[in-house]
């Protein structure tokens, strides 16, 4: 069965700090890697995904993410956190083609910036 | 992008009503789409999944008979929570996956808004 683990359920940065936040998953195939991003009160925005390639994905606000295989690991990173990148982060895990198309979401990490 | 829509964004029913929230693809053909519950401050539970013309798929736990799922069109399904009660009261997300231009996009769920539903 697919897993993704967030172990972080909370993270506060200062405004202009990096930012790490960590996503490991369990899948038995090439997984379908995802992160998204939510707003309090609004749906699911996709920053970047990853399935094959450059295993460093650039993706939108600046945001950017490394899969490594040999960790199972698909962490998010930013250079530089923006008070506006407070928000809920989730990593989500599925299969390329078939497999139903589920995705499997981690718990979330919540980010708060701090000024 | 591929754009998702959601309707109503916020309702708020008495116990025992019933309650229609709509999903809708707006440039592209929806060949599937998910419902996600999602409580306060947790992760996304998938509910079900529906495919065009067929009946729904529902997650384990889920009542089918409670959470009912239509998929009539390549651009609309809908779902209806049947006499809601308070417990019922979550934001519900949904998300579609169709064939766009963009091979790797075949397996890319594109989110809706969400609604938020509060019984009272």
């Known amino acids: 069965a697919q897993s993704v683990t967030q172990p972080d359920i909370h993270i506060t940065v200062s405004e202009g700090a990096s930012l790490e936040l960590r996503c490991n998953y369990s899948?038995?195939?090439?997984?379908?890697l995802f992160w998204y991003v939510q707003s309090p009160g609004q749906g699911l925005q996709l920053l970047l995904k990853?399935?094959?390639?450059?295993?460093l994905v650039q993706g939108i606000k600046g945001f950017e993410a490394e899969f490594k295989r040999s960790q199972s690991s698909f962490n998010l990173r930013k250079p530089s956190v923006h008070w506006s990148d407070a928000a809920e982060y989730f990593c989500?895990?599925?299969?390329?083609?078939?497999?139903?198309?589920?995705?499997?979401f981690g718990t979330g990490t919540q980010l708060k910036v701090e000024l | 992008g591929a754009v998702v829509s959601q309707h109503p964004s916020w309702v708020i029913c008495k116990s025992g009503t019933s309650v229609k929230i709509e999903c809708r693809s707006l440039?592209?053909?929806?060949?599937?789409m998910f419902w996600y519950r999602q409580f306060p401050k947790q992760s996304l539970m998938l509910m079900a999944t529906?495919?065009?013309?067929?009946?729904?798929?529902?997650e384990q736990g889920v009542e089918k008979d409670k959470f009912l799922i239509n998929h009539a069109s390549l651009t609309l399904s809908t779902l209806t929570v049947t006499s809601a009660h308070p417990e019922d009261s979550s934001f519900y997300i949904c998300?579609?996956?169709?064939?766009?231009?963009?091979?790797?996009?075949?397996?890319?769920?594109?989110f809706g808004p969400g609604t938020r539903l509060t019984v009272l």
């Open positions: 998300s579609a996956r169709g064939y766009l231009l963009a091979d790797d996009s075949y397996n890319e769920q594109f």
């Open positions: 899948y038995g195939a090439t997984p379908y």
């Open positions: 990853y399935f094959s390639g450059d295993t």
């Open positions: 989500a895990v599925g299969p390329f083609t078939g497999g139903g198309n589920k995705l499997t």
């Open positions: 440039d592209f053909q929806a060949t599937t």
């Open positions: 529906s495919n065009e013309g067929s009946k729904a798929t529902y």
